[in-house]
């Protein structure tokens, strides 16, 4: 009898025991949904989204205004708002609108009987595009492949960028004279950049200027502010000056009036 009463109360105890655990299991599980369940795990993925969405603009901003300094690569966390902004519109949305502020300020310039009225555009990716090669590099967040680059030039794929294209246009029928000044190497790439810029329609500029032996290793500022000076020399007014690189508009010989174009995806000195 009294081995029976005992183990009566084991069993109670052992019960009891059990209850008080699967009561507690069950605060915390409790606890752990109000905390955690699909619908916060979302809001913070939306939370992430959007703070790479404002830092992807602010670094742009700064970018664009040439407050980053030489910068390698694009941020990874901007990689979604650059592949956005580049494919979704708003990139050729800003290039019309420099475009047509090109044309408005080109409108209202006298041209001279003398035939010495120029402007100068820089070639890549401000009139023809690498955009489908930049796409292979996650718009810039993969370091530059020089090799690879170059395959893509050598293709001679690059298409016109349209709004420049007919800004370009506009301009030559104007009667100014357009001089296309790049930094690609003349004797490597000057037969491939013709035809490219020809296919694409780029055909009235006055002359192409490619890089010559004697500047290689210089500065794209440098080397272009050289070149600029020659155009003035041989007697040329530079009414505009368009690139989408800083070093593109800066140095000296600048023109009357410079333009940025913009380009998130990489950075040349």
Known sequence: MMKATMVQRAVEGLTLFAARILNTVVVVLVKMHSTWSPSSSAAAEDDDDDND???????????????VGPWQTVPARCYRHVQKYIMEGQYQNDVQLIA??????AREIPLSSDGFDAWVFDVDDTCISNINYYKTLRFGCDAFDKVKFKEWITKGACPAIPSV??????????????????????????NITTRNLHSQGFTAYYR????????????????????????????????????????????YSLGNRTFKLPNPMYFIA
């Open 53 to 67: 969405t404002g830092y992807g603009l602010s670094w742009r901003l700064a970018v664009e205004a040439n407050n």
């Open 100 to 105: 047509d502020q090109i044309l408005n300020y």
């Open 165 to 190: 294209l007919k800004v370009f246009n506009t301009l030559t029928e104007k009667g100014f004279k357009v001089f296309l000044l790049t930094g690609r190497d003349q004797a490597i790439l000057g």
């Open 208 to 251: 192409l200027i490619l890089r010559q032996g004697e500047y290689k290793g210089e500065s794209v500022s440098k080397y272009k502010s050289e070149k600029r000076k020659e155009i003035e020399r041989e007697g040329y007014r530079i009414w505009g000056n368009v690139g989408d690189q800083w070093s593109d508009l800066q140095g």
